[in-house]
């Protein structure tokens, strides 16, 4: 019909078309992000796509929601819902009048007719294949003469050539199936909205789509498409089919019931946008060294489809975790500060002692221990850094050293410890051990350590007492010195 190039077809040009039927899963994360990389590795056009002619599945918001969670990611494209292209809008149910131009060019030439049967009609056919033990054919049931199509009843290919397909795919490498997968298809539905079988064939096509990534399910389809190529006389575009997502255990797909959840709840949990960037690229795609730490633009400059994977890849989320916690590690010290301070709970701020400096001190000992936001919250509230930002209750006998029978043998270590700290350098934790020090080997570290850290913190758990002077400072170092050698007088 039409062997022309498409329009824009003079460069790499790549599309994620999600329907907006619910959230942004994990899976279709990774294909818009493998299709925006090798975009962007190629000097080519991402665009994003929206394919929403199943009315009845579409939920309200869900193209905002697509848009959001692209953009946190930082995956940005040329064209989209909010970006006409030159072929014209990105929403396919803004695209009607061209899927029926291109439905009249194939009843023009043969390869397009209504369908004549009702449900209850085709019914039976279903049901005497099965009766006859083979597989449901609708061409089978192809009538001889056709109606002129008035758009009341559902457009079916005439599917030409019935034959076996041969297709190659980058990450398959050659495929083929028999005729049996061939099938007069339907194109635009009695609604007026096209399938997806058509509609995405015909945007590709007038969008100057190149390269098509999705998931393995749609193998089996792709003689149906290829059929529908055939007959509108378009040149296929390349296959590039990603592998699936599995369980940790690789015994599945990773679906809802394994966890599966909103891209944006990642956001909320508090994982970075070039975490879990980093983290999708490389499930089901290998840059062949071993290098695990990327950048985006280090991914833009590495990603190659030919190292995409064909085994399927599990979704560890220890893994990210981990890969959250480095680039946390990477970022500056008031990138790390605004981080904690944004998870912190309101009612944490309003704290007698609360100050900046305090955070900001105590942030290598919460990074040390945490790989996400959510940690950080939950760090606090359960009071595991109360003692930075409120004076410490405790009992007194919590102060003693195990070595003592008594918690007065703790007071005059305590006392001396005060004294040597009155004019020790608070610069950093090394300076006010270094002052310490020469005391703890004389009486024993823990005999002075123990009862000093109890002092500062009230904890038995709690980092080392000279980490804990210099988050508190000096002057709130020997107060709460103080306070605990009048405690053991009580």
Known sequence: MDNNPSPTNNKIVTRFAPSPTGFMHIGGVRTALFAYLYARKQGGKFILRIEDTDKARELAGSIAHIQESLRWLGISWDYGPDKPGPFGSCVQSERLPSYRAWAEKLITAGFAYPDPYTEEQVAVFREQATKENRPFLYRQHRP????????????????????????????????????????????????????????????????????????????????????IYDALGFAYPTFVTLPPILRDDRTKKLGKRDGAKDILEYRTEGYLPEAMVNFLALIGWNPGTDQELFTTEELIAAFDIRKIQRAGAAFNETKLLWMNKQHLLRKSQDE????????????????????????????????????????????FAVGEYDYVFASPAYDQSLLRWKNDTSVVAVKPRLEHAKTLLVTADFSNAETIKASLWPYTDEVGRGEILWPLRVALSGKERSPDPFTLAYILGKEETLLRIEKACAKIGE
């Open 144 to 227: 001889s003469t056709f109606e002129t199509w008035d758009g009341t009843k559902p457009l079916r290919l005439k599917a030409p050539a019935i034959k076996r397909y041969h297709w190659h795919d980058v990450t398959r490498g050659e495929l083929s199936a028999g005729e049996e997968m061939v099938d007069d298809v339907v194109l635009i539905k009695s609604d007026g909205y096209p399938t997806y079988n058509f509609a995405h064939i015909i945007d590709d096509y007038e969008m100057g789509v190149t390269h098509i990534m999705r998931g393995d399910e749609f193998i089996a389809s792709t003689p149906k498409f290829l059929s």
């Open 336 to 379: 790390q500060f605004s981080y904690v301070l944004n998870a912190l709970p309101p009612t944490l701020l309003a704290q007698p002692q609360y100050s900046e400096q305090r955070l900001k001190r105590l942030l290598p000992t919460i990074l040390e221990r945490v790989s996400v936001a959510v940690e950080v919250a939950e760090a």
